[in-house]
């Protein structure tokens, strides 16, 4: 569809897991060699810039993380990942960076966060000849209307569209989730000196729902604690069959997430790996945790959408933001389907406040109507509608949490029995296989059982080359972990020299770039970085010679 299309523009919505990245790399690998530009990916986040990379070099797109406006694109590297941020702030250098060439813009509903992300991002690839949008959140129009996409009755109209259902319905594309919900009793003096009580059940104004729901998912109650204890036994039977499976606790703030994580390792024994907004190294500890095989990840709006760690089974919605395009992002964290495995069910544990129970069900539609269709419990849309703002200014410092208890539950056998992950037959018909159980938490659907994954690998034989004549400096292989050693080895060389030439390091660093024949390091090749680095090391040589050839006369 995306090639037949003539219009420069494209959007594409798809639920998380459904892989629009590699979609997204697979339209670019076979449009490239028709365009006389470059390729520019816009990502969320800095996180996200590595992810995208890795995607690329693994499908044989070659993209530069660190680029900056002034610099050119290294001639072995068929473009450039950035973020809306990088182009609101300067997006005059993205012009003639992207003119002719190819844009992707991931989650694209970003360029309309900040009046000057979406100019910046219409001013940047206005030029560009091909501009494919992704969205893994359905979303309307604002008074920050998004540029390059259509829009009908302030309503975004996608050229293609693959939901959450559908993509159940395919199979080994995502999981079913389930929403484990728990109501609660919660006491609580709120900010004018009113002491006030009341459970999940009790209808509240939007202001008290919000207080409510602070006081439940506060450190001082034992309504977290419980919750939490109950996704941790949780993940831990799914983690007999699925051994590096792990969890995800979405936390208030930075003080919230580091609370929940000294929770974890004192109530329960379980390391947890925290990452927020105010740590610099939370991208690395987020890239080592999705390789690794610890059990928890706590974090504030770190793990976003697009964020890809497949082993995430079991999530605990942990903060107050009560969005439907929050929440949904939230989901999609825990929806990706990982290959190898027949039962892949993933578990969100929620608060039973009205708007999440709403959104729970929203999606829990989709996962029954492909299970098998029945009538689903419903809320008060009245209701719901007072509900619908997300959080107050509250004076918080005057707010203080008295008591928060959640509602009983039943013998875990009751709740998980029928849920065992040893339970792995498979029927001979390739049904559905479905089973509930009703309980205080809400009702718990059986997975689906499926059979083996097939092989889904891309063969990039099949595909054409990215860009013709792409390497004129003759370098044939594109490694993001080469080009970064090369770099460290130029700079450790380049320190050695300064050292003892007593030349400065500009000096030392124009000198090596003139015997290279480049401008800037950020600018140069794999092959040039190479042959930097021999005319360091030669220099160095001569100098060791030089100084031992002083010393003896």
Known sequence: M??????????????????????ALVAARLTLPNLPGRLVVVAPTSHLKEQWADAGQRLGLHLVTDWRPGDLVPADAHGVVTTYQQVGNSPEPFFPLSQGGFVILDEVHHAGDERSWGDGVRVAFDGASRRLALSGTPFRSDTRSIPFVTYHLDEVVPDIEYGYGQALADRQVVRPVYFPRFGGHM????????????????????????QRLRAALSLEGEWLPAVIGHADEQLNRIREQHVDAGGLVIAMDQDHAKGVARMLRRRFGQRAVVATSDDPDSSAKISRFAEGEDPWIVAVRMISEGVDIPRLRVAVYATT????????????????????RRRQRAYMFIPDDLRLRHFGYTIADSRRHNLRSRARSRVDDDELDELRSDGDADQ???????????????????IYAHLDEEDDESPSDSSWVEAGADSPMGTIDDDVVIGEMPDLTLDLSALPPPVAGLSPTGSAVFDRNERDRLRRINNELTRELVDITGRSHAQVNAELNRRAGIAKVSEATIVQLNRRSRAAEEWLRREHRRSRYAKFV
Request: glycine letters at 8%; hydrophobic letters at 40%.
């Open 396 to 414: 918080m410092s005057l707010f203080s949490v008295l008591s928060a208890t959640a509602s009983e539950a039943p013998e875990e056998t009751d």
């Open 2 to 23: 995306f090639q037949a299309s003539s219009d420069p523009d494209f959007l594409a919505v798809a639920t998380p897991g459904a892989g629009k990245t590699t979609f």
């Open 187 to 210: 006491e609580w003096t709120a900010p004018d000196g009113a002491v006030l009580a009341a459970s999940f059940d009790d209808p509240l104004a939007r202001t008290q729902a919000n």
């Open 321 to 340: 933001t009560t969005t439907e395009l929050f929440f949904r992002q939230a989901v999609g964290r825990i929806v990706r389907h990982s290959g190898g």
